[in-house]
């Protein structure tokens, strides 16, 4: 069973920044690209980011230079840091393993994030 623990969600101004992160096992995440997906209530999933395991990242175009992925092997976690948040980027916010969200083989429980105007 694999599992992925997201912590880091929480209320923010607008303006404001949030660090979500995600731990998984080693053998998961050795070997496997790992990203982010977002779902705001009444729209469709939308990727936010993506980084291979050897730490080449990939963005949607919304993030505009606003998000940052990054992974630490040791700790077996995917970080994603969020500056600049604006209250459109309000949603819950899930990990997932895989190389796109179209590919994803695993995926975590989400943590809301909330974007106050």
């Known amino acids: 069973q694999v599992t992925l623990v997201e912590s880091g969600g929480g209320l923010v101004q607008a303006g404001g920044s949030l660090r979500l992160s995600c731990a998984t096992s080693r053998s998961i995440f050795s070997s496997n690209a790992m990203g982010w997906y977002r779902r705001a209530p009444g729209k469709q999933r939308e990727q936010v980011a993506t980084i291979t395991s050897g730490g080449s990242t990939n963005y949607a175009s919304f993030v505009s230079g606003r998000f940052t992925i990054s992974r630490d092997n040791a700790k077996n976690t995917v970080y994603l840091q969020m500056n600049s948040l604006k209250p459109e980027d309000t949603a819950v916010y899930y990990c997932?393993?895989?190389?796109?969200?179209?590919?994803?083989?695993?995926w975590g429980q989400g943590t809301q994030v909330t974007v106050s105007s």
């Open positions: 997932f393993v895989g190389a796109a969200v179209t590919l994803m083989k695993y």
